[in-house]
Every structure is written in C-alpha cells, then in structure tokens.
C-alpha cells in the first residue's frame, strides 16, 4: 500500500519520533484533509501541570504510553511512519513490527516524498 493514498474513512496511525512534531501535524492535517480518521501521538513531551511529580511516576510511563500507542496500531487500517529524513529510532522499529505482525499496511513518509521528489531520504 505504500505509496497510495488512503480511501476517504480509513484508519491510521502515525508513528514516528516525537522528535518530529511539526511533520507529525503536516501528515495528520493532510490525511485528514483527504478524509481519513487518523490516531497520532497523545503527547510529544510531558505536560507541566501543577502538584504532579512526573518523576514519581516515570517508573511505568513509558511502558504505559507504549502500552497505549500498542492499542492504536490495534485499532488501524493501516500505520504511517513520520521519518522525515528516513529516521525511525528503536522504538519506532519495534511499533513497525508490531503492525507487520498484525497485517497492517505500513507507509514511511520519507519513501512517499522520495517517490514525489526523487530526492534522498536524508539529502
């Protein structure tokens, strides 16, 4: 499925670093627009809210939020990976696997622009 458009009413999830936030709203505002319901990242760094210690509760927060992101590769049609520059981090790999494993269709953002562009991922 890589390197077609979603039909109007599919599920995706994004994926990717949250390293790129801003290419993570570009992707979700484009999909959206083309009319599908897309599951991206809850947070991209912690929140600060008042009387909460996130130290106290790192113990199990990745786990949780890893836990959480696991359900939303469930819940899709297909996984888009945000990796501007071709970069997908370990746990991004992990998230691949998980929905390759599953069946999933997965599309890279930096193949699709690679495709447009004849560019390099990366260059």
Request: hydrophobic content about 35%; overall charge negative; glycine content about 10%.
């Amino acid at each position: 499925m890589e390197d077609q458009q979603a039909t109007e009413g599919t599920v995706i999830t994004l994926c990717g670093s949250t390293r790129f936030e801003a290419e993570f709203a570009e992707v979700n505002q484009r999909l959206t627009m083309e009319g599908c319901v897309v599951i991206s990242l809850g947070m991209f760094s912690l929140p600060d809210l008042p009387d909460y210690d996130w130290a106290a509760d790192s113990s199990d927060l990745k786990g949780r939020l890893g836990r959480v992101h696991l359900q939303k590769i469930r819940m899709a049609d297909e996984v888009y990976i945000v990796d501007p520059d071709g970069y997908t981090g370990e746990s991004t790999r992990r998230e691949i696997a998980y929905a390759e494993s599953l069946g999933k269709p997965v599309r890279f953002l930096s193949r699709e622009r690679l495709s447009r562009t004849g560019d390099r991922p990366g260059g």
